[in-house]
């Protein structure tokens, strides 16, 4: 069993107050790591440290050296690839080709992105007038807003985590992350590299433990914490919002989604139903941009129905290292419970179940694991809870639809506007739908693709400004004019 430790000032260093909390392997719920509670005397420690590394070795380096040390990092994660793809595997329990072909590599380029975004950023200038005909000059410069605090969740933990440390170190500024209490492994890891690759002690560090009365609370409220970027619940964005707004410290949030999947009839079926299929089930949908609700044109609805349950059903439940398996389980058995309750609420409100349900027979420890059968539904109004609340879980409503004003509708009748998916092969109808859903990010003909340089985030309450490329700048680097009289 591992233990897991808090990194502070490059040191993995215990809590002072003994406490420590188990991460269970979502495979079979054996306890896989100890791992170390920061209470408020770490958060306080690994605060001045981030300052301390603000005011000096860190603050002191030009953007050049701070980049050569960005691509350092990327290069020490490939070079430990196969140690972050068990660790992310040993939390997750989800299959090895997401972590090698996707949540890995994406980790590693988070650093290298921003290292190039911020060795490119022009300056912006301004000549003006003035009654004496000489003129003034003025001129825009970024400074590091100072200590990011990073929260982030167990979905995709290193992607997500390095999404938001990439960018914060890139500008300059130094972070106090408090990863998910179901994922510490991959960020502990990176503290190795950190130091192996000489980042400066105190520009990461890393708290561990939970929200409310723990590691996360305290962070968010720590008057040392310059602003904060949190990656998870809506519910739980609201409340780090309020801890926010002592000392007026800025946030970025990324938050819940209840994602629509758009099938007209001209849609190549067989791409369309692949694209669905992964949507609603990758990473045994857990996905925050993952589709929940599924509108097909009625003339191939039936047809549809069919092609996406038959692929749900072909999955293959196993371990993350079995070949033949490529179906992993949920993050934990709380989580699991909430699914499962979403599942029999679905029948209670009247729904047809096409496939799934419940949970698959599982061999000998696989047993105890959090698994659930990949679920479709049909049949329920758009009021019902398990159409309008965000469910996390492998499941999909399909509701047929006629017309493109009546689907707009539909999909924008939501809380929550993070990303759609719209799969037709008239070009001109999916530039004006593009135009027409309300959420941050519109993917025609694909899903969960995205280069990035370009900007992410959610509208409605799926939430609060966007990073990516440029756009990052914006919550990651204060901007000051500074006017010359010529
Ligand atoms: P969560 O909100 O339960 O937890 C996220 C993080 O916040 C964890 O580290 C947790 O310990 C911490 N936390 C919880 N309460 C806190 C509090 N009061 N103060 C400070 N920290 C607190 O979310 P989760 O279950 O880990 O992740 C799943 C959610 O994340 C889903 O809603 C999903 O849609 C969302 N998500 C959004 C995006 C996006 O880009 N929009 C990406 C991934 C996940």
Redesign the pocket.
Known sequence: MRQIENFIAGEFVGAASGRRFDKRSPLDNRVIASISEAGMPEVDAAVAAARAALRGEWGALTTEQRVDLLYGVADGITRRFEDFVAAEMADTGQPSHVMRHVFIPRGAANFKVFADVIKNVPTEAFQMDTPDGRGALNYAIRQPKGVIGV??????PFL?MTWKVGPALACGNTVVV?????SPHTAALLGEVMNAVGIPKGVYNVVH????D????Y??RHAGVDAIT????????A??MK?ASDGMRDVS?????KNAGIVFADADFDAAVEGIFRSAFLNTG????GTERVYVERPIFDRFVAALKARAEAVKFGRPEDHDANYGPL?SQE?RQKVLSYYARAVEEGATVVTGGGVPDMPGELAEGAWVQPTIWTGLPETAAVVRE?I?GPCCHIRPFDTEDEVVNLANDTDYG?STTIWTTNLTRAHRMAARVEVGITWINSWFLRDLRTP???SKQ??IGREGGVHSLEFYTETRNVCIKL
């Open positions: 929260i982030s969740p167990w979905n995709a997500l408090k990863p998910s209490e179901e433990g939970f929200g409310p723990s590691a996360g609370e962070l968010t949190f990656t998870g619940e809506t519910r739980t964005g409340a780090i801890a949030f990324e938050l819940g989604g857990q996905v925050c941009l993050i989580h965000e996390f993070l992410f985030g959610g799926s939430g």
